[in-house]
């Protein structure tokens, strides 16, 4: 005889809808920012870039870096959208990694923007 317990129960490896659509949230939510931060600062190197009229990789890389956060947040709010547990654990996991990512490529662009400002 199944129990209702039984029959909700989820697998040990899957965790509760409210975690999930709570990691969901915080990747959505941090990833626009990021995208804002991003536009920011590349607008202020635009204008350390015509004071010192020498152009830089590094608007180029934050421009890219921004479109990484953007894919980030357009997966974690798929992830929020789907009713599928199965699909909304894939785009999660793949909202989590192009985050990381992207954070990961915030951190190189820092340290470029920083050398061509001292440097150049």
Not at 7 to 13: C, G, H, N, V
Not at 30 to 57: A, E, N, Q, W
Not at 67 to 79: H, K
Request: contains cysteine; charged residues 20%.
């Amino acid at each position: 005889m199944n129990t209702p317990s039984t029959l909700e129960a989820e697998p040990e490896d899957i965790p509760p809808r409210a975690l999930v659509d709570d990691i969901c949230v915080h990747i959505f939510s941090s990833s626009s920012v990021m995208v804002g931060v991003c536009l920011t600062v590349v607008g202020i190197l635009r204008v350390v870039i015509t004071l010192k009229s020498k152009d830089t990789l590094g608007d180029d890389l934050l421009t890219i870096n921004a479109m990484v956060y953007m894919v980030s947040g357009l997966l974690s709010y798929w992830g929020l959208r789907t009713r599928n547990r199965k699909r909304n654990h894939r785009l999660e996991y793949f909202a989590d990694t192009t985050f990381i990512a992207g954070m990961i490529f915030t951190v190189v662009n820092t340290g470029f923007i920083t050398w061509f400002i001292t440097v150049g």
